[in-house]
């Protein structure tokens, strides 16, 4: 392995708001990050990454060519940089936004909530972007984790947005602001190591963790794996399912694309139906989404012509060998598979074209370095399950979070939470979770959140909820509830708890399966023993 010094003491920072670089983690608590030396990832020591990826691409020429694409509209390069100029005036003229402030921005997958990350990066802002079907409950605690004042909303979003002291609406009166700004804007002179974002990502246990990622970072992502693996070029059109709000979705359908000059559709509510149908009106070239809808589109495929598509990139969730098989019969196309977290950014283990081999994750790319190691960190033989571990240019940063930080790190390694084994060529096979995490078509869910939200129901008495084998999402959410009553109509009730835990945050985490116990297994000091539950739920799916 190839290792060079860790990065250095953290530079002076622009940021007035200093609230995230006072709750990193200790510098000794950090993974070990390193660029290898790689020319590609040397950056200046003052960086903004929406300058590099707008202003400059303008700069060099790509002004006129299409950037954002919808089904009803497409922006050059220079609309966009002229609608995120605005929007930043915005944020600093009227609304007073600092730099190092935190902005909630909400909203799905379209041209403005794509210009207004871009702007809260152009004015110093830190962007911690949020999915369209997360709830008041769920927005509200990051509001308060990331002691967020200020907020950029689809005003068709409105409804659930919790109480901020500054909000503008688009795709409705911000717009309206935006008209009557000049353009132009002079971009905050941040440091390459000055927080540019915080991703929430659910956790194993207890609520969701905000991770913090420089603008160094975002750089990063887009000069490794897109780079050494997928080689997009300026003709290409991006499109896919993931939300923007998810680092998978923020790297594949915004940044990717833009760092090459490319193009970028984007979709409000992508299906595996709707999906297809962009592909073939529009032309698409790359895909990226999750195993669960490439093996819906297979089955869909005959009936559309994908002859435009040459590459597709899947994460989120393991890439069954079955699924890859069956939508290379159907397109051509070998799925490109790949590795990434939140805490990471993006992909750090995948492989494309020939290296390609079905059913293995991949190498890791170029800017990160892997190994398995057993339960004292050491590394494991080669063919031996053990711990993922990851270190590269990128990692782990929790905000505010020293607990979780020292069970992600060790030793200057990432530990992912996934099991895996290194073969005698070096590729890694994914083997399973090693933790709660329950991966539902992509989704992270956090299994105790959703027992948080059921105990909140009158009916329930006790509940545990686990991931259950599902031939179609990979997982579902299923619960053990024991209800306050016995002997009740127990179809209804199950009905009543799922339209509950849809109403109290986001749709996709409520339990597709309910299981009705007296009691629920547990240890002698009154543990609830998940292990057994996830034993009966694999007999009940036929697994057992």
Not at 31 to 53: C, H, I, S, V, W
Not at 187 to 198: F, K, M, Q, W
Not at 219 to 238: E, Q, Y
Not at 432 to 437: C, F, H, P, S, Y
């Amino acid at each position: 392995m190839v290792t060079t010094a860790p990065f250095p003491t953290l530079d002076p920072s622009a940021h007035v708001d200093t609230f995230a670089r006072d709750r990193l983690p200790p510098r000794a608590l950090w993974p070990e990050m390193t660029d290898f030396g790689l020319p590609e990832l040397q950056y200046p020591k003052r960086l903004n990454a929406a300058a590099e990826l707008l202003d400059r691409m303008v700069e060099r020429g790509f002004g006129d060519r299409p950037c954002i694409r919808t089904p009803h509209l497409v922006w050059t390069y220079a609309e966009l940089l002229d609608k995120a100029n605005r929007i930043a005036r915005v944020l600093v003229e009227d609304m007073g936004l600092v730099p190092g402030n935190r902005v909630l921005l909400r909203g799905a997958n379209n041209e403005m909530m794509a210009a207004c990350w871009f702007a809260v990066l152009k004015a110093g802002g830190i962007a911690v972007a949020t999915m369209p079907l997360l709830r008041r409950r769920e927005l509200g605690y990051i509001r308060d984790k990331a002691q967020i004042g200020f907020a950029l909303c689809d005003a068709s979003l409105a409804d659930e947005l919790p109480e901020l002291e500054r909000v503008e609406f688009f795709r409705g009166p911000l717009e309206e602001r935006m008209a009557r700004k000049p353009p132009g804007f002079d971009n905050v002179e941040t440091s390459h190591d000055d927080v540019a974002l915080i991703a929430f990502t659910s956790g194993t246990t207890g609520p969701a963790k905000g991770t913090m990622h420089f603008h160094r970072d975002v750089l990063a992502i887009c000069d490794c794996f897109p780079r050494s693996t997928l080689k997009p070029g300026p003709d290409d059109i991006f499109c896919g399912s993931p939300p923007l709000a998810f680092t998978f979705g923020l790297g594949g359908l915004l940044l990717f694309p833009m760092r090459v000059g490319a193009s970028t559709l984007l979709l409000e509510k992508p299906g595996a139906e709707p999906l297809l149908e962009a592909i073939a009106r529009h032309r698409c070239t790359i895909s990226f989404t999750a195993p669960t809808l490439y093996r819906q589109m297979a089955r869909l495929a005959p009936r559309y012509d994908l002859s435009s598509l040459a590459k597709c990139v899947s994460a989120g969730e393991t890439l069954p060998r079955p699924v890859f098989e069956e939508f290379r019969a159907a397109t051509g196309i070998a799925i490109i598979d790949g590795i990434g977290s939140t805490e990471m950014l993006h992909i750090f283990i995948s492989a494309a074209g020939d290296a390609i081999r079905p059913g293995a994750t991949g190498k890791p790319i170029p800017g990160y370095e892997a190994k398995v190691v057993d339960e004292e960190g050491n590394e494991a033989p080669v063919g031996a399950v053990g711990r993922l571990a990851v270190r590269g240019v990128t990692g782990c940063r929790y905000l505010d979070d020293e607990p979780r930080q020292k069970q992600y790190v060790s030793n200057g390694w990432n530990l992912t939470g996934d099991a895996y084994r290194r073969d005698g060529d070096g590729y890694f096979w994914f083997e399973a979770r090693t933790d709660d995490l329950i991966i539902s078509a992509g989704y992270n869910i956090s299994g105790p959140e959703v027992e948080a939200v059921l105990l909140d129901h009158p009916a329930v008495a006790e509940c545990a909820v686990v991931g259950a084998p599902d031939p179609e999402r990979g997982e579902i959410v299923k619960a053990y509830v024991v209800p306050r009553e016995a002997g009740g109509d127990t179809e209804g009730l199950a009905r009543e708890l799922q339209d509950w835990v849809k109403r109290q945050i986001a749709p996709y985490k409520y339990p597709r399966a309910i299981a009705f116990l007296d009691a629920l297994p547990r240890t002698e000091t009154g543990k609830v023993q998940r292990f057994k539950l996830r034993e009966r739920a694999r007999r009940e799916a036929g697994i057992l």
